[in-house]
């Protein structure tokens, strides 16, 4: 068998083959994931780069749509080809030649046949989403495309305690922004398992931390998000570590349903999506 396909199993189409990648991007260039005509985007460049590879036209379907300057160390799409066009592809290949075109913004990090039950975005149990903020005086030039500068103190341990306020089941209305074309009264419920606040030790060189200040890290593992809701947390958190608000606000923020009483959302530069789950099992992050 070749090593573009994968077996038709019963009930699938032996004409199409489903392609899996894991892709890893710096977003601070692009205008979001999606393809938007007249913009330069994630999915946009990386189908242009497919198409070039496979010579048909792609279209993709990714675990989560990242907003502009948004990051990626493991992004999740797929892509269906013809079966005439898959048999002759070799997936080192197509990495290869993709890389040399999209690289170092864009980098396939893994890619190869699935079945065609897999869906990058319906498969999904789980992301894993990281905000990272420069607290100092001065910024860091290093850091800037990647974190949030915040020049006032921040008390890490309140906000660590408001984050343990939104761990499990519950309306984030008052942290998304709604989507076009849905009711204001229409509950956005979400199930955030792991939410924490750290400061990022580079003891053991795994880390690049600022030249003046700290380097925070907020991050947060749930089944799904809603638009801007990572940022919009954070940016209250931020607000509370600053002794604006307080950790018991975050509890009656949620109740309350209602944007305008929390903080303005973070901006983009500081988030990277880290992992995507699927079948239940431990997150697919970086090796």
């Known amino acids: 068998m070749t090593a573009g396909v994968v077996p038709p199993a019963e009930g699938t189409n032996p004409e199409v083959v489903r392609w899996r990648l894991r892709l890893a991007y710096d977003g601070s260039r692009f205008r979001g994931f999606a393809a938007q005509s007249g913009q330069t985007t994630v999915a946009g460049a990386l189908c242009e780069a497919l198409s070039l590879v496979t010579r048909v036209d792609i279209a993709l379907t990714c675990a989560g ?20 066009v898959a048999s002759g ?8 030649s993709c890389n040399r075109q999209l690289g170092p913004s864009i980098v396939i990090r893994e890619a190869g046949p699935v079945p065609l039950s897999f869906s990058a975005r319906r498969s999904a149990t789980g992301r894993r ?12 030039p290093l850091l800037a495309r990647v974190a949030w ?14 984050a343990d306020a939104i761990l499990g089941e519950h309306d984030f209305r008052a942290f998304c922004r709604r989507a076009p074309g849905t009711t204001a009264d229409a509950p956005i419920v979400r199930r955030v398992l792991d939410a ?8 053991k060189g795994k880390a690049l931390l600022p030249v003046d200040g700290h380097l925070l890290a907020f991050e947060i593992d749930a089944n799904a998000f809603c638009h801007q809701m990572v940022r919009s947390l954070v940016g209250t958190f931020v607000d509370v ?17 209602d944007r305008q009483q929390a903080s303005q959302p973070a901006p983009p530069g500081g988030l990277t999506l880290m992992a995507v789950r699927y079948d239940g099992g431990p997150a697919c992050s970086p090796g």
């Open 196 to 203: 924490r606040w750290s400061l990022v030790d580079g003891s």
């Open 65 to 84: 749509r990242t907003d502009a300057g948004v990051h990626a160390l493991d992004q999740v799409v797929h892509f269906d080809l013809p079966t005439s």
């Open 149 to 162: 500068h915040v020049t006032e103190p921040l008390d890490v341990r309140t906000m660590s305690a408001a």
């Open 241 to 257: 570590g600053r002794g604006k608000k307080r950790p018991s606000d975050i509890t009656w923020i949620l109740r309350s349903a």
């Open 129 to 140: 989403y990281r905000y990272l903020v420069v607290n100092g005086p001065t910024a860091d």
């Open 89 to 96: 592809l070799d997936p080192a290949a197509v990495m290869r």
